[in-house]
């Protein structure tokens, strides 16, 4: 009797093991990580843990539904606040943050890189360096991630704007640039390029590029009512850049049929046209290999499976 006892708490323990197996990874942002002005916002919300009790989805529970229909286990959690540095969490989050060790970090700073002095990188690389010390504390081997962001059709396109009168893909290539300083700094590798991946969806025609004068017909809009935050569609692309790198997937491997773009009510053209990009960005750098998913015959996309 013994023996059988101890061999139910072992496959009872091995069971709990195995529900909460997988690499854990945390998203550290503000509202273009949780999907402000967007269906993406509070998607499949279930899926993901929200360190703040917000019922966030975002592009967190986006990540994760590709990585479950790639076969991928990652237990994914999300802590953010709008409109809000690193500088935030830094000094009202590290409790929470740091109540465990993570695997994967990914995280960003302000859109502006710094609210106050927009463009200026230097408060953004500081805190980077914060906080990649106190991820480090709590996981020595901790993968950390760092998110370009994109550039902003009001501060591009409007007169008080910190771009005003460059191109739009100045404000993402100025950002690019700041990630890039900050991440060698903090010896990280590298930054995820969601923000160049707008850019080339503008320059190869998918996405419009100046939502103050009407979308072009045919063209999707990356940007969401305000011109600032990202649309679904945009929210879409930045999830497929982040699944691409952390995971070295080829983003077309997940198919046209994809179920999360299905449920968000992309259509079929519009995902792959949208995973095309997100491979192009990825594949720039080595990133991914070509991995697309063919199918001998289409087939209709489906909801996604529930759970975690």
């Known amino acids: ?82 409109g809000s540095g690193l500088d935030f969490h830094l000094e009202n989050k590290v409790g929470v943050i740091a109540r465990r060790g993570w695997d994967v970090v990914v995280m960003h700073g302000h859109s502006l890189l710094d609210n106050d002095k927009p463009g200026d990188a230097a408060k953004l690389i500081a805190t980077i360096q914060q906080m990649a010390s106190v991820l480090r504390a709590r996981n020595p081997q901790v993968d950390l991630y760092l998110m370009a962001t994109w550039s902003r059709a009001d501060q591009t396109y409007q007169a008080a704007g910190a771009w005003a009168g460059q191109p739009i893909e100045a404000m993402a290539r100025d950002v690019r640039m700041a990630y890039d300083k900050a991440a060698a700094a903090a010896s990280i590798k590298t930054a995820i390029p969601v923000g160049e991946a707008f850019t080339r969806a503008i320059q190869v025609g998918v996405a ?43 983003p077309r491997s997940l198919g046209d049929n994809e179920c999360s773009a299905y449920e968000l009510g992309l259509s079929r053209s519009e995902t792959q046209a949208l995973q095309q990009v997100a491979f192009d960005q990825l594949a720039d750098t080595g990133a991914v290999r070509a991995a697309p998913l063919v199918l001998p015959k289409p087939v209709n996309p489906e909801r996604c499976v529930p759970g975690r």
């Open 1 to 82: 009797m013994r023996v059988l006892s101890t061999l139910v708490a072992g496959l009872i323990l091995a069971a709990e093991l195995g529900a909460t197996a997988g690499t854990s990874v945390l998203f550290i942002g503000n509202s273009f990580t949780y999907g402000h002005g967007s269906a993406v916002r509070f998607y499949r919300a279930d899926t993901v843990t929200d360190l703040n009790s917000e019922g966030i989805g975002g592009v967190p529970a986006l990540f994760k539904s590709f990585t479950q229909q790639a076969g991928l286990e990652y237990d994914v959690s999300v802590e953010t606040r709008g």
């Open 208 to 250: 419009d590029k100046n939502p103050y004068d009407g979308i072009e017909a045919g063209k999707l809009s990356l940007w969401t009512y305000d011109h600032y935050h990202a649309s679904t569609h945009g929210y879409y692309l930045a999830a497929l850049v982040i699944f691409g790198r952390l995971t070295a997937r080829d």
